[in-house]
C-alpha cells in the first residue's frame, strides 16, 4: 500500500541545481480533481486540508447543494466499512477516463491487479460508486467548472515547474536501473493538501504508469501560489522512489523478513500510529527514505546525512542509516552491481547483520545532544482565542530554518495555517487562523526540526485544543 507523506516543510536545502532535460509534465488530472471535491465533501478530513484557501472556498460554495447527493453519502460510508480513503481516492481518479460523450468509464488499459491502492475498493464497491458518480458529473456541471478552472490551474502549474526543473529524473534509472516502457507523470491536486500520495499501475503492453499526486502547494503574502522546494522536492523524488523499491523489496522479502519483524515490533506501535502497519511497508518507507537521502547527498553534498538520518529513525525508521550504509556501497561498486537487483542480497545481508540491542544504547547517547523545545499552547487547552493565532516554539539550541507540523492522531482538523516565521535561530512563530468552537489538533514533530549542529529537534509532541466561543 503506498502511503501519505504529509509535512508542511522540510528544511533540507540551500543551493539548486536545475537539470538539462525535460521534466515529467504536471498537471491537473479532472478525474483525480472530481474524487477529490466528492471526498472532500463527505467531510473527510484528508481531503479537507487545502493549503490554498481561495480554491477551497471555490468548491465549497460552487459544490454545496450536492453535500447529500448519493455519492457523497457513498463516500462516507466507505471509510467506515473498508478503510477506503487517501491515496485509494486519487488511485480511483486516475483509472477514470472520460468519453467523447460525458461519460465517466474505467480505463481499461490498466492491468487489472497492478495498483494496490486502487485494489482497496472491492470489485463490488468499483462498480457501483461509478453510476452515482456520473450522476453528480452532470448534475454538477463539474465538467464545466473544471474548464473554467483552467487559467487558474495553469497558474499552479506554471509554479510548480520551478521545483520539476530542479528534478534530475535521469537519477531513477540510472541508479535502480531501468525499466522499459515506464511513463512519468505529475498530477497536481490542491484538495489533497499536505497530503501526497505514490500512485502508480502497470499497464497491459507491459509497461509502467507513474503518477504520484501532489498536494502540497501554498499560498505567498501576496496572494500569489508557490510550491517551496525544500518541503516538495524531496517529496517528489519519494514517491518516484516508491515505484522502484517497493517491487525490490518484495522480490527479495524472504531474505530480510525476520530481521525485519523484529525491528518492526520495536517501533510497532509509533509506526501504526503513522498508518504503516506492517514490517513490510516499513521497510518500502526505509528504502525509499534511504535512497533519498543519497539522491538528496549526492546532489546536494553540503547537506548534513546524519541529520536526515536522524529525522527518519526518530520517525520509527530504525534501519535507515543501515540503508544508507548499504547504499554507498552501491554506489561505489557499481562495475560490480549493474543495478539495483544485482546488490539487493547484499542489501539483505546488511538489513540482518543490524544490532538492535546496540542500536539502543547508541541512541541514548546520541539523545543527549538533541535540542529540547516548549510550545506556548498546552494539549488539551481550552478556550483558546479564535482569529489569527501565533504559536510560539522556543528551541534550546540554534535550529535550521524550517518547519515540521503534522496532522494529529487523534483525528482532529488540522489548524488551518497562514504562515510561518524564525524571529531568531531558536524561535519559530507559526500563525493560524482559527475558527471559534472548534477542535483542532497537530503535532510537532521535533525529530523532523534539524540543529546547526546536526541533531534534532528531539522528541514528537501532540497538541489538541478547542477554541472558544
Given at each position: 500500500?503506498?502511503?501519505?507523506?504529509?509535512?508542511?516543510?522540510?528544511?533540507?536545502?540551500?543551493?539548486?541545481?536545475?537539470?538539462?532535460?525535460?521534466?515529467?509534465?504536471?498537471?491537473?488530472?479532472?478525474?483525480?480533481?472530481?474524487?477529490?471535491?466528492?471526498?472532500?465533501?463527505?467531510?473527510?478530513?484528508?481531503?479537507?486540508?487545502?493549503?490554498?484557501?481561495?480554491?477551497?472556498?471555490?468548491?465549497?460554495?460552487?459544490?454545496?447543494?450536492?453535500?447529500?447527493?448519493?455519492?457523497?453519502?457513498?463516500?462516507?460510508?466507505?471509510?467506515?466499512?473498508?478503510?477506503?480513503?487517501?491515496?485509494?481516492?486519487?488511485?480511483?481518479?486516475?483509472?477514470?477516463?472520460?468519453?467523447?460523450?460525458?461519460?465517466?468509464?474505467?480505463?481499461?488499459?490498466?492491468?487489472?491487479?497492478?495498483?494496490?491502492?486502487?485494489?482497496?475498493?472491492?470489485?463490488?464497491?468499483?462498480?457501483?460508486?461509478?453510476?452515482?458518480?456520473?450522476?453528480?458529473?452532470?448534475?454538477?456541471?463539474?465538467?464545466?467548472?473544471?474548464?473554467?478552472?483552467?487559467?487558474?490551474?495553469?497558474?499552479?502549474?506554471?509554479?510548480?515547474?520551478?521545483?520539476?526543473?530542479?528534478?534530475?529524473?535521469?537519477?531513477?534509472?540510472?541508479?535502480?536501473?531501468?525499466?522499459?516502457?515506464?511513463?512519468?507523470?505529475?498530477?497536481?491536486?490542491?484538495?489533497?493538501?499536505?497530503?501526497?500520495?505514490?500512485?502508480?499501475?502497470?499497464?497491459?503492453?507491459?509497461?509502467?504508469?507513474?503518477?504520484?499526486?501532489?498536494?502540497?502547494?501554498?499560498?505567498?503574502?501576496?496572494?500569489?501560489?508557490?510550491?517551496?522546494?525544500?518541503?516538495?522536492?524531496?517529496?517528489?523524488?519519494?514517491?518516484?522512489?516508491?515505484?522502484?523499491?517497493?517491487?525490490?523489496?518484495?522480490?527479495?522479502?524472504?531474505?530480510?523478513?525476520?530481521?525485519?519483524?523484529?525491528?518492526?515490533?520495536?517501533?510497532?506501535?509509533?509506526l501504526r500510529q503513522s498508518a504503516y502497519g506492517s514490517a513490510l511497508i516499513m521497510m518500502n518507507e526505509t528504502f525509499v527514505r534511504a535512497s533519498v537521502i543519497r539522491y538528496m547527498r549526492v546532489h546536494y553534498p553540503q547537506i548534513e546525512e546524519s541529520a536526515l538520518v536522524k529525522g527518519?529513525?526518530?520517525?520509527?525508521?530504525?534501519?535507515?542509516?543501515?540503508?544508507?550504509?548499504?547504499?554507498?556501497?552501491?554506489?561505489?561498486?557499481?562495475?560490480?552491481?549493474?543495478?539495483?537487483?544485482?546488490?539487493?542480497?547484499?542489501?539483505?545481508?546488511?538489513?540482518?547483520?543490524?544490532?538492535?540491542?546496540l542500536y539502543k544504547k547508541q541512541q541514548k547517547e546520541l539523545a543527549k545532544l538533541d535540542a529540547t523545545y516548549k510550545v506556548n499552547l498546552k494539549d488539551g487547552a481550552k478556550d483558546v482565542p479564535s482569529g489569527l493565532f501565533t504559536l510560539v516554539i522556543k528551541f534550546s539550541k540554534p535550529?535550521?530554518?524550517?518547519?515540521?507540523?503534522?496532522?494529529?492522531?487523534?483525528?482532529?482538523?488540522?489548524?488551518?495555517?497562514?504562515?510561518?516565521?524564525?524571529?531568531?535561530?531558536?524561535?519559530?512563530?507559526?500563525?493560524?487562523?482559527?475558527?471559534?468552537?472548534?477542535?483542532?489538533?497537530?503535532?510537532?514533530?521535533?525529530?523532523?526540526?534539524?540543529?546547526?549542529?546536526?541533531?534534532?529537534?528531539?522528541?514528537?509532541?501532540?497538541?489538541?485544543?478547542?477554541?472558544?466561543?
Amino acid at each position: 500500500m503506498k502511503k501519505t507523506f504529509s509535512v508542511l516543510l522540510i528544511a533540507l536545502l540551500s543551493v539548486l541545481t536545475s537539470f538539462a532535460q525535460n521534466p515529467v509534465p504536471a498537471h491537473f488530472d479532472e478525474c483525480v480533481e472530481l474524487m477529490a471535491t466528492v471526498w472532500r465533501l463527505s467531510g473527510a478530513d484528508e481531503y479537507n486540508r487545502c493549503m490554498v484557501p481561495q480554491y477551497a472556498h471555490e468548491v465549497d460554495s460552487v459544490f454545496a447543494p450536492f453535500k447529500e447527493h448519493p455519492v457523497v453519502q457513498l463516500a462516507r460510508q466507505y471509510p467506515n466499512e473498508t478503510g477506503i480513503g487517501y491515496d485509494a481516492i486519487a488511485s480511483y481518479g486516475l483509472h477514470l477516463t472520460v468519453t467523447k460523450d460525458g461519460t465517466i468509464v474505467f480505463n481499461d488499459s490498466f492491468l487489472e491487479g497492478s495498483d494496490d491502492s486502487f485494489d482497496r475498493w472491492s470489485e463490488k464497491q468499483k462498480k457501483e460508486f461509478l453510476e452515482p458518480l456520473n450522476d453528480f458529473y452532470r448534475t454538477s456541471h463539474f465538467h464545466d467548472w473544471f474548464l473554467q478552472q483552467q487559467n487558474f490551474y495553469k497558474q499552479v502549474e506554471e509554479a510548480f515547474e520551478a521545483i520539476n526543473k530542479q528534478v534530475d529524473y535521469d537519477w531513477f534509472s540510472s541508479y535502480f536501473g531501468p525499466q522499459n516502457g515506464s511513463t512519468f507523470r505529475i498530477v497536481l491536486s490542491l484538495l489533497v493538501g499536505p497530503n501526497n500520495y505514490g500512485c502508480s499501475a502497470q499497464l497491459k503492453d507491459g509497461s509502467n504508469a507513474l503518477s504520484p499526486v501532489i498536494g502540497n502547494c501554498q499560498v505567498a503574502e501576496d496572494g500569489s501560489i508557490f510550491y517551496n522546494t525544500n518541503a516538495v522536492l524531496p517529496i517528489v523524488i519519494h514517491e518516484f522512489c516508491h515505484h522502484y523499491c517497493n517491487p525490490l523489496n518484495a522480490k527479495f522479502w524472504s531474505l530480510m523478513d525476520q530481521t525485519a519483524e523484529k525491528v518492526f515490533k520495536e517501533r510497532e506501535q509509533q509506526l501504526r500510529q503513522s498508518a504503516y502497519g506492517s514490517a513490510l511497508i516499513m521497510m518500502n518507507e526505509t528504502f525509499v527514505r534511504a535512497s533519498v537521502i543519497r539522491y538528496m547527498r549526492v546532489h546536494y553534498p553540503q547537506i548534513e546525512e546524519s541529520a536526515l538520518v536522524k529525522g527518519e529513525e526518530h520517525s520509527g525508521f530504525i534501519l535507515t542509516q543501515t540503508l544508507c550504509d548499504a547504499l554507498k556501497q552501491y554506489e561505489q561498486q557499481r562495475d560490480k552491481y549493474a543495478t539495483m537487483t544485482d546488490f539487493m542480497p547484499t542489501l539483505a545481508k546488511a538489513v540482518n547483520d543490524f544490532d538492535l540491542k546496540l542500536y539502543k544504547k547508541q541512541q541514548k547517547e546520541l539523545a543527549k545532544l538533541d535540542a529540547t523545545y516548549k510550545v506556548n499552547l498546552k494539549d488539551g487547552a481550552k478556550d483558546v482565542p479564535s482569529g489569527l493565532f501565533t504559536l510560539v516554539i522556543k528551541f534550546s539550541k540554534p535550529m535550521v530554518d524550517g518547519i515540521a507540523l503534522y496532522n494529529s492522531f487523534s483525528g482532529a482538523d488540522f489548524p488551518p495555517f497562514k504562515s510561518y516565521a524564525w524571529r531568531d535561530d531558536k524561535t519559530l512563530e507559526v500563525v493560524f487562523l482559527l475558527e471559534p468552537s472548534h477542535q483542532y489538533g497537530f503535532a510537532v514533530m521535533g525529530s523532523r526540526f534539524i540543529t546547526q549542529d546536526g541533531h534534532t529537534g528531539g522528541k514528537n509532541t501532540e497538541i489538541n485544543f478547542t477554541t472558544g466561543k
